[in-house]
């Protein structure tokens, strides 16, 4: 190896993922957090001068994209860092007009977090670290002394998650009925139509009344708007009668005018009128014209402003429609949200109670049944699933965990549910 580039290697150090081949084979994506040094050989003094104004971080966008100084936006997704650096000093070179002898490394400083979800204590993100599988990830999500069947779990866990169910069930209860309210509104119903519960419980008769005066509100707020636009048109109607009775006026006197300044015209012909009267008679058609010209601009205007006024007719129904139907979609995808957590909550929650009162089984026999780990890496049409808990995890992995089902739900099946 060159004397240069021995010094520059070890000036920089190693960074990134444990291994030098691992931190070559690592693939840049959208999340990680770069840092840049960028150092230039001086022969002359025999040494390595690095740049302090290009020591920084660069962020990934979602575009897969850094902003570099001097270089601008460059793409850093599925590079290497070692294919990035190489980018990066090439860039320097011919942007700044220096010598070969300019390095840049780039390392990854933190890396896009690893995410699990499912039948865990507490799903969502988590930092990635380098060789960590999905047993580790799920074990430090809580999942694992459910995962291995142990029963030592803290009562006090069981009271506490049965207060998260009721939260559940009574947010549950809010969102179907606020989804019957919009149901009603999209058919045009003047109260909601509220659909049998299927543990066969009654309805919250708070929630029915709120949610009905609600849409009654709406109602008469669209009826308000409706009637305005209705008022406007019939005063531009008027309106519009008001100026073809002038406009049919205007052109008797267009008309009268006209004529009179031929008879004018033919009078001074003949040397029996003046020019002046000539000169009247021409500004006295030409003002009955200029006022006939206005009268119809006006009309024209007007037919306008109710064409422009039954178009907004139409717009506040069709915008109530298309936002109550927005809304409806998304307290439907919320509903589905909540009853899934709920089904979760409901199967932990049978699982820990057979655990801690040991119900259901001998003490040899009283474990969970095994969880479904899958593995989702990548994005789109690169997208690949995985399994197996000692999977070594990669950053940006989705980790989901997934218990047997409860054999009965609150709020009846999530389909169900969805389509009543």
Known sequence: MPLRKWIIGAFFGLGGLPGAASAESYTIAPGDVLSLRVIEWEPIENRAVEWEAMQTELLVDAQGMVTVPFLGQITASSLSTADLSAVIAEGLKERLAVSSSLDAMVQVTSYRPVFVSGSVRTPGEYPFRPGVTAAQLVAQAGGGAMMQGVGTIDPREILSREGDMQVLRQEAERLAIRRAMLQAAIN????????????????????????????????????????????????????????????????????????????????????????ARVTESEQALALAEAQLLEVSTAMLRARQAVTQAEAEQLALRDRELIEDTRELQQIEEELERVLTTLDTQQSLSALETGLVLGTGADEDDATIPEPTVTILRGQGEDAVRLSGLETPLLPGDVVTVTLPRSATRWFGTQSGTASQ
């Open 188 to 275: 045009g119903l003047d109260e909601l139509v509220v659909p049998a519960r299927p543990d066969g419980g009654a309805w919250s008769e708070e929630l029915i009344q709120s949610e009905n005066e609600v849409l009654r509100l709406r109602k008469e707020r669209r009826t308000r708007e409706l009637a305005a636009l209705d008022n406007q048109i019939v005063l531009l109607g008027n309106e519009i009668e008001a100026l073809i009775d002038r406009s049919e006026a205007l052109e008797r006197l267009v008309e009268s005018s006209r004529r009179e300044k031929d008879n004018t015209q033919a009078l001074a012909e003949r040397g029996l009128a003046v020019d």
